[in-house]
């Protein structure tokens, strides 16, 4: 079992920054790819990040490359999501999710076991 819990999230103008953090409990999150998604409002869940169990191989939806960037801590079990040059389009629900013994960072969120509840990111424009 795996729990995910999000933060970070918040109100942000156009051009700003913002860090998401997701915190993991359970002994498998070094052998879990994670990954971050997003949902707007009338929209389907879309694939933002994601990266291997070590770090190393990280993947990127073509709408927010060179802007974030997804990185962890094994040690303290936690996932980061830097945003940078945040849009107005960025406005969604963000949520972590783990990918339990998976090395590789897929991006369909069919890939994954667990999720957090999510954090809101609202960027005006």
């Known amino acids: 079992q795996v729990q995910l819990v999000e933060s970070g999230g918040g109100l942000v103008q156009a051009g700003g920054s913002l860090r998401l953090s997701c915190a993991a409990s359970?002994?498998?999150?070094?052998?879990?790819?994670m990954g971050w998604f997003r949902q707007a409002p009338g929209k389907e869940r879309e694939f933002v990040a994601a990266?291997?169990?070590?770090?190393?191989?990280?993947r990127y939806a073509d709408s927010v490359k060179g802007r974030f960037t997804i990185s962890r801590d094994n040690a303290k079990n936690t996932v980061t999501l830097e945003m940078n040059s945040l849009k107005p389009e960025d406005t969604a629900v963000y949520y972590c999710?783990?990918?339990?013994?998976?090395?590789?960072?897929?991006?369909?969120?069919?890939?994954?076991?667990?999720w957090g509840q999510g954090t809101q990111v609202t960027v005006s424009s």
């Open positions: 999710a783990a990918d339990v013994d998976q090395f590789f960072p897929f991006l369909s969120s069919s890939h994954y076991d667990y």
């Open positions: 359970g002994r498998t999150f070094r052998s879990s790819a």
């Open positions: 990266l291997s169990g070590s770090g190393g191989s990280t």
